[in-house]
């Protein structure tokens, strides 16, 4: 991944460079906050029926916020920034705050691509876990984080919204 080299990172391939290096990893700037809305947008769209008309919230996030407070990252193909990603230090571990794909890249690997990334900063950062969680009406998520190794640590209600949390132990 250009541009997302970790110096810390071991030598096992990320999904991108498994991916024939099709895909540039970089960091998120807020020209980029336009796009990035729109990818979450579309990402999260297929969730609102599910959630009885509401909006996920990664709809309404502020990503220009996101760009300069939070550790945000775009993945492009082709030149065109097709999924976001941001992270979050906290006092405990790294919170994946969100990670989404346009629907018309999901499937290819730019989003275990990005989670691999995260995980990968996350130990740059010293963090020996990684955090994140989901509404639970996003159930094809869930299954994923539970495939790569995370484990459900409880459910709660939070800003009206049922979520799933999820960590990761990260050993160094």
């Known amino acids: 991944m250009s541009g997302g080299h970790c110096p810390s990172r071991?030598?096992?391939?990320?999904?991108?460079?498994?991916?024939g290096g099709v895909l540039n990893l970089?960091?998120?700037?807020?020209?980029?906050?336009?796009?990035?809305?729109?990818?979450?947008?579309?990402?999260?769209a297929p969730y609102v029926e599910r959630m009885g008309g509401r909006r996920p919230a990664p709809m309404d996030a502020d990503y220009e916020e996101s760009?300069?407070?939070?550790?945000?990252?775009?993945?492009?193909t082709e030149g065109a920034v097709i999924g976001l990603l941001v992270l979050v230090g906290q006092s405990d571990g790294m919170l994946l705050d969100n990670?989404?794909?346009?629907?018309?890249?999901?499937g290819?690997?730019?989003?275990?691509?990005?989670?691999?990334?995260?995980?990968?900063?996350?130990?740059?950062?010293?963090?020996?876990?990684?955090?994140?969680?989901?509404?639970?009406?996003?159930l094809e998520n869930q299954a994923l984080y539970r495939?790569?190794?995370?484990?459900?640590?409880?459910?709660?209600?939070?800003?009206?919204?049922a979520r799933v949390y999820f960590e990761k132990p990260l050993p160094g």
């Open 10 to 19: 071991t030598d096992r391939p990320t999904e991108a460079e498994r991916l």
């Open 26 to 44: 970089r960091r998120a700037t807020p020209a980029d906050a336009p796009r990035m809305t729109q990818i979450a947008r579309a990402a999260y």
């Open 67 to 76: 760009t300069s407070r939070a550790d945000a990252w775009v993945v492009e």
């Open 99 to 106: 990670v989404a794909v346009l629907p018309s890249h999901q």
């Open 108 to 138: 290819l690997g730019a989003g275990r691509a990005l989670l691999t990334w995260a995980e990968d900063r996350a130990r740059a950062e010293g963090y020996a876990r990684i955090r994140l969680y989901t509404n639970e009406a996003m």
């Open 147 to 161: 495939r790569i190794g995370y484990v459900e640590t409880h459910r709660a209600h939070d800003q009206d919204f």
